[in-house]
């Protein structure tokens, strides 16, 4: 119910007015309040009175009535539809987040005996020398800038805000498909982006002659968003020789590789290798734009650690994007947590950690890739048709694209318990070898019983 309350100021000693008054008189409405102007006699004093009237209304119509419901996550909807399930053989293969054989969150030894004893100063440095190689030229001309950001999403969007801000009206070609996030933090940026071709439904593979003929299309100048390795959600990567091709191109239309890396170390089980792709960029001469995290292969997820690199053909311009780069996340969000950012500069600055490190992310790797080939020998044991599922052991990382429609993940879902994005991605990082065997019925009977 909406209510009225008004504040009286009258050029006569005790001025009162009924709503019949009120409504009797003249209404004067403006932004400082509500001006109520009546001839009144008063029986003793023959005068004419100016009342004003302060009116403050509250009401239960919100001024926030134009924002509508926002639409639930896909990932972490498909988590609370597994909670809510029962079945003793449901699988939750939507979330990303790697697990032990017996399907538990996994604590880095590395992690539980860090030591806090350097800043953030000392994160920009070995992080930056992780994706570029501590001896890289770049690194010792002080041609980088790097800032550490909120995890992944936070360093995207910090490099989101720069080009907004300094490259009026550029576009930023993504993959199709992609990380879902990805377009909200360019929408949310206000930058213009499309699709470059990627995923090939028909070879359940990579479509590069889309892909080339997309990159050289775009106008020239263009940011090319590139995934460092372990594309997800494909699980599918561009081979060496690719890659140079690729590079190419986009030197060629004199593009800016935009490299998102979630998953250095993790994918392959070698941070060299996994880096593989920037650094072939960077020592072409190319001015590159490179995001890191470390949820995947640290397990830092709650720490939001992870950083925005820019390498410019100069120290200066370096220094001058970095001013701005700290700029930005002023206002943002004013300055990064420092207990992730001690963490990984203690584990990569030690050595002895360092090695520990590498044999944890080769031992999360090697699992997967472990999963990844039983649950290839399962679907082609059990599935008389003939089909390839070869697909299975040529894709990378954490996930696998099935190339089930959102028909069969329903099936997959009501029938088989398992939960999976609608987009047919399913995270090998929950999986164990134990269950390959009932994941494969389901998959098979997914694909060939439904259309």
């Not at 209304?57 to 134009?66: K, L, P, T, W």
């Not at 004013?334 to 990569?348: E, Y």
């Not at 065997?437 to 019983?449: F, K, P, Q, R």
Request: with cysteine.
């Amino acid at each position: 119910m909406a209510s009225s309350v008004l504040s009286l100021a009258s050029a006569t000693p005790s001025a009162s007015l009924s709503s019949h008054e009120i409504n009797k008189g003249k209404l004067n409405l403006g932004n400082a309040g509500l001006l109520f102007n009546k001839e009144k006699t008063n029986p003793f004093i023959k005068t004419k009175s100016c009342v004003r009237i302060s009116m403050v209304v509250a009401s239960n119509v919100s001024r926030f009535e134009g924002i509508t419901m926002a639409p639930p996550d896909p990932i972490l909807g498909v988590s609370e539809a597994f909670k809510a399930d029962n079945h003793e053989l449901k699988l939750n293969l939507g979330v990303g987040a790697y697990r032990t054989e017996e399907l538990q969150p996994y604590v880095l030894n590395v992690v539980k005996k860090y030591l806090p004893i350097e800043g953030l100063a000392a994160f920009n440095k070995v992080t930056a020398e992780l994706l570029f190689g501590a001896d890289n030229p770049v690194i010792k001309q002080q041609r980088v800038a790097t800032v550490q950001g909120l995890s992944g999403t936070g360093s995207l969007r910090l490099a989101a805000a720069l080009i907004e801000r300094y490259f009026s009206g550029a576009k930023v070609l993504i993959s199709s498909p992609t990380w879902g996030n990805h377009k909200n933090i360019f929408n949310d940026a206000r930058v213009p982006w499309s699709e470059y071709r990627y995923y090939d439904p028909k070879t359940v593979g990579l479509d590069f002659e889309g892909m080339i003929a997309d990159i050289k299309a775009a106008p020239e100048g263009s940011f090319i968003l590139l995934h460092g390795c372990a594309h997800n959600p494909t699980g599918i990567d561009p081979t060496s020789e690719q890659w140079g091709i690729i590079a190419d191109v986009i030197q060629e239309k004199n593009h800016i590789p935009f490299f998102d890396i979630a998953y250095q170390g993790f994918a392959s089980g070698s941070l060299d290798a996994d880096a593989a792709s920037v650094r072939m960029f960077v020592a072409r001469g190319m001015e590159v734009i490179a995001a890191q995290s470390y949820s995947k292969n640290l397990g830092l997820y709650a720490e939001r650690i992870g950083a925005i690199n820019v390498v410019c053909s100069s120290p200066d311009a370096a220094a001058r994007v970095k001013s701005q780069l700290k700029r930005i996340a002023r206002p943002m969000y004013s300055n990064p947590p420092v207990h992730g950012a001690r963490i990984v500069a203690s584990v990569v600055g030690d050595p002895a950690i360092f090695k520990e490190w590498n044999a944890e992310m080769e031992m999360m790797a090697g699992r997967i890739k472990n999963v990844r080939q039983k649950l290839f020998d399962s679907l082609s044991s059990k599935d008389k048709s003939g089909k390839d599922w070869s697909f299975v052991l040529k894709q990378i990382g954490m996930f696998s694209f099935t190339g089930l429609n959102k028909a069969q993940c329903d099936n997959m879902t009501n029938k088989w318990h398992v939960y999976m994005t609608k987009d047919g991605r399913i995270s090998l990082a929950g999986l164990s070898l134990a269950k390959c065997e009932y994941l494969a019925d389901a998959i098979i009977d997914s694909y060939h019983n439904v259309s």
